[in-house]
């Protein structure tokens, strides 16, 4: 069963679910089960094998801990939440979509899955000692008033994680913020223009950067095009 917490605006989920639709990104049980392994002949099957490459990075970094407490922020369908759970650690995933966090619930096992916005504070949940926003960064409008909640749920020394999450400098963001409605409006959900947010480096708190990308290694080694940040819970106030 899904932990019920708090959801302010439940009108985002028929917006997010319908994006994900035209995008052919709501998967069956069988693929969710599957990902990030898909078949060679599916469409998407070449953007998964990158984000393969920092799901390895993760749990190889992950796999050093045992009996950490891990909370993935947005964890959807759930398919990253049970790779990390496959890392000896203990997991929890939050998320404002109860449909795919249904389907998670339902395929993977050993999980606390939670119906919540951490922006309204805190469920009744332990500390934790890391956070991970895995492509799910994006949805959140304020980062200055999201990290200090997220640093009174980590224990000492927690960690913060942003993965496959794009970060745009500071000349590009209103070009990618004019492009973003215009996607949407395209694809006929204008609402969900007002749901994603475009972040730069520079709004993070003092951060480190694991993996960055490089144009050259992305096309050599097909790697990701997305950055790996890591914020130490001292950093996040
Ligand atoms: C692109 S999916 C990422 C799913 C998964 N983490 C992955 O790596 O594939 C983004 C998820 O963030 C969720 N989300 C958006 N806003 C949220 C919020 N305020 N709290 C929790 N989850 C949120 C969405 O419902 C969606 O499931």
């Not at 019920?4 to 917006?15: C, L, Q, S, W, Y």
């Not at 799901?55 to 801990?65: E, G, V």
């Not at 759970?85 to 939050?94: D, E, P, R, Y």
């Not at 006929?188 to 950067?209: A, I, Q, T, W």
Request: proline share 4%; hydrophobic share 35%.
């Amino acid at each position: 069963m899904v932990n019920i917490g708090k959801v302010a605006d439940t009108n985002f989920e028929a917006f997010y679910l319908k994006t994900r639709e035209i995008e052919s990104r709501v998967y069956s049980d069988d693929v969710a089960k599957k990902l990030p392994n898909l078949t060679n002949n599916h469409a998407q099957f070449k953007e998964w094998q990158l984000r393969l490459k920092t799901l390895n990075r993760i749990t190889n970094y992950l796999s050093t801990f045992k009996n950490k407490r891990i909370l993935e922020i947005g964890c959807g369908n759930g398919w990253f939440t049970n790779k990390l759970n496959q890392t000896k650690n203990i997991v929890l995933g939050f998320d404002v979509n109860k449909t795919e966090l249904t389907q998670a619930d339902e395929l993977f096992n050993g999980i606390e899955f939670w119906y919540h916005d951490i922006q309204l504070g805190l469920p009744d949940i332990d500390k934790v000692d890391f956070i991970i926003f895995n492509a799910s960064l994006q949805y959140f409008k304020n980062l200055k008033t999201l990290f200090p909640i997220c640093n009174q749920v980590l224990n000492k020394n927690g960690e913060l994680h942003i993965l496959d999450t794009y970060f745009y400098n500071t000349k590009s963001i209103s070009r990618a913020k004019q492009n973003s409605i215009r996607h949407y409006k395209k694809a006929n959900v204008p609402e969900m223009g007002s749901y994603y947010f475009h972040h730069c480096l520079r709004d993070l708190p003092p951060h480190k950067v694991l993996y960055k990308p490089n144009i050259i290694v992305q096309k050599l080694f097909s790697d990701s095009p997305f950055p790996w940040i890591k914020i130490e819970k001292s950093d996040l106030n």
